[in-house]
């Protein structure tokens, strides 16, 4: 009985919370005993998705440091992650895409990586955007790619015809290029914290912090 409530809150709270179509998340939990969120909806709706520092923060060593070392743009990074997973390191799609770059298994194989391990998770996505930006040498044929498939944007010769895909790019491009160089940590007088990329109004807040995003 405690299961399955705690099942049930997972579910209000993603519901609530506005990423991966929340509203048709549901929780389940495999044979180790590990609970993952089930994304089962329909890719057509639009989501209003944003770059929120208090999601990204617990794994930006990791992304910095592979930014670096396959020399990608860190905030063409943060934005695929944000359109892919919301930052959820236990999402898997309804196609079988795990973790927080959601990357096939077969493409997991390839790198030779572990997807359900956060670390090796934005290793390998990371290498494979890489891959696709030197390949196609596009920044939206790469997320196309990185969607659909590489021979998907190979036979149209360029962005598929599929809603999915073009609404990918369309979300990825917009995240990439919003480039905030400030967020702000506030508590209010209930003791709420808060992230926001807008200081708070005078007032409502008992204490506040201003951070630099160090990406």
Known sequence: MRGLKVTVLCMI??????????????????????????????PGKERNIRLSPKKYQPYLEHIRRFCRQYRVDINLVLALI????DFRNHAISRAGAIGLMQ?????????????????ENLKGGIRHLAYLLRRF??????????????????TYHGIPPFPET???VKMVMKLYHQHPRYAYR??????????????PAPGTFKTLKRLELRR
């Open 166 to 168: 073009q609404r990918y």
């Open 13 to 42: 709270f993603l519901s609530l919370s506005g990423g991966l179509w929340a509203d048709t998340i549901r929780v389940v939990t495999d044979p180790s005993g590990r609970k993952i969120f089930v994304n089962v909806g329909s």
């Open 186 to 199: 506030w508590t209010d007088h209930r003791g709420v914290t808060y992230f926001t990329y807008e200081p």
């Open 82 to 85: 944000a359109v892919e997973s």
């Open 137 to 154: 040498r596009d920044v939206k044929l790469a997320l196309a790619a990185y969607n659909a498939g590489e021979k998907a944007v190979e």
């Open 103 to 119: 990357m096939m298994p077969s493409t997991a194989q390839r790198y030779g990586i572990n997807p359900w391990i956060p670390e």
